[in-house]
């Protein structure tokens, strides 16, 4: 049986993960950062660990607790979007969002790496066209766009040493989603994005590698 780790699992796009995985037969291991999540996680079938992905000593006991696990594919999936408007953030702001969406993954992504190199797995992150700089045409979420850059940047280092290690490392735009960032306004489902990012990610090979794509697949310029 396959197994998939969703980081990030609480509610939205990484609730909706451990929901289809499961559906679908996998093991799966999920986190959420508070407990009552992690005992709803544990009712759907999942091995589930808390984790706050700020805290440097929160994830070191989760790379304790994974130290004996090999993982198929991997999704980074906890995320915060941070003050709306294109003015400068407060310094807190920058502090919560940068810690949330990039550090976190600086910290997760040498734990989780190891874990996909013996079944030459597929590492994921949860990235957004808004990190794009190529195809930029707003400065709507200034601080969300640098941030989403700037893990576009880990991942790309991902790709590299982990690549060498025959893993498969993208980043993803899940499309506009309904949930409590995307708001009901939204342009997709969760339903909807979480199908196409497994499909999508389920394809992909080691040519793949160090991309960046949206959720049907389509390249989106870095
Ligand atoms: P939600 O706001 O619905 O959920 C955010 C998730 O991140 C929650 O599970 C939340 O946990 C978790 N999280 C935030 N901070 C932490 C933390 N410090 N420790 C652990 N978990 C944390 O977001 P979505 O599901 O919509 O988004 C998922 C990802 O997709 C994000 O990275 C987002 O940037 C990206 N994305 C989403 C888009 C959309 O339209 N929805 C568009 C483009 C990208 P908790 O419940 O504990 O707060």
């Given at each position: 049986m396959p197994t998939a780790l969703i980081l990030g699992a609480s509610r939205g796009i990484g609730h909706e993960m451990v929901r289809q995985y499961r559906i679908d037969g996998w093991r799966v291991i999920a986190t959420a950062r508070k407990q009552e999540d992690c005992d709803e996680l544990a009712q759907l079938g999942a091995v589930a660990h808390q984790l706050d992905v700020t805290g440097a000593e929160s994830i070191a006991a989760l790379a304790w607790r994974l130290d004996d696990e090999q993982v198929d594919l991997a999704w980074l999936v906890a995320g915060v979007y941070g003050p709306s408007g294109s003015s400068f953030p407060t310094g807190p702001e920058f502090d919560t969002v940068m810690h949330t969406n990039v550090l976190a993954a600086m910290r997760l992504i040498p734990v989780v790496g190891p874990l996909l190199a013996d079944t030459r797995g597929k590492l994921a992150v949860l990235s957004s066209k808004m990190g794009s700089i190529g195809a930029r045409h707003s400065t709507e979420g200034t601080l969300y766009r640098a941030s989403k850059a700037a893990l576009n940047s880990v991942l790309a280092d991902a790709a590299i040493t982990y690549g060498a290690q025959g893993v498969t490392c993208v980043a993803f735009h899940p499309g506009w989603v309904q949930t409590d960032m995307g708001g009901?306004?939204?342009?997709?489902?969760v339903e909807q994005s979480v199908g196409d990012l497994r499909a999508t990610l389920a394809k992909l090979?080691?040519?793949?590698?160090?991309s960046f794509l949206n959720h049907d697949g389509e390249p989106i310029p870095w």
């Open positions: 009901a306004g939204a342009a997709l489902t090979d080691a040519s793949s590698n160090g």
